[in-house]
């Protein structure tokens, strides 16, 4: 597996796997009309103005992961559901520390992602609570030094 930089003509296969793995890891914390409304065109339309900050995940040439990077944020971290445990989201999290990152947002209740990045180094610097979908949802700040 390797980390690369996106390129534009990632981005169908880059929301395509962003539909996927954001209902995977959130079926149980979202609404499903919210998971619904994350669907390959949303995401299509969001990564259309942000590839540029993204790093790819791939194997055997194809992308199976991706992380956007935000100034020193991680705005998103997926991995395809079917390449989930094979180090792609190690890789793409050491990359991003390389160039400079230090902060990344979770879901309070997303257990599997914090398992992740506690593994990783990360540790909370606070739990809050702000608006998403239309609804006050719990969140944690991860930070790394």
């Known amino acids: 597996m390797i980390v690369r930089l996106a390129g534009a003509d990632d981005v169908p296969a880059l929301a395509a796997i962003a539909e996927r793995s954001y209902r995977a890891a959130f079926e149980h914390i979202l ?3 919210v998971l619904e409304s994350r669907d390959a065109t949303f995401f ?10 993204m790093l ?18 991680i705005d998103m971290l997926f991995m395809d559901p ?9 890789l793409l999290l050491k990359e991003a520390e390389q160039r400079g990152v230090k902060s990344l947002e979770c879901f309070r209740d997303n257990h599997a992602a914090r398992r992740f990045y506690e593994r990783h180094g990360w540790h909370v610097e606070r739990e809050y609570e702000r608006e998403f979908a239309g609804k006050s949802r719990s969140f944690v700040l991860y930070v790394k030094d």
């Open 56 to 73: 790819v995940a791939a194997s055997d040439g194809r992308p199976v992961g991706f992380l956007l990077m935000v100034d020193g944020h």
């Open 82 to 90: 079917d390449a989930s445990g094979r180090g792609g989201g190690a």
């Open 44 to 53: 299509a339309a969001r990564f259309a103005s942000s590839w540029e900050r």
């Open 31 to 33: 609404e499903l009309d």
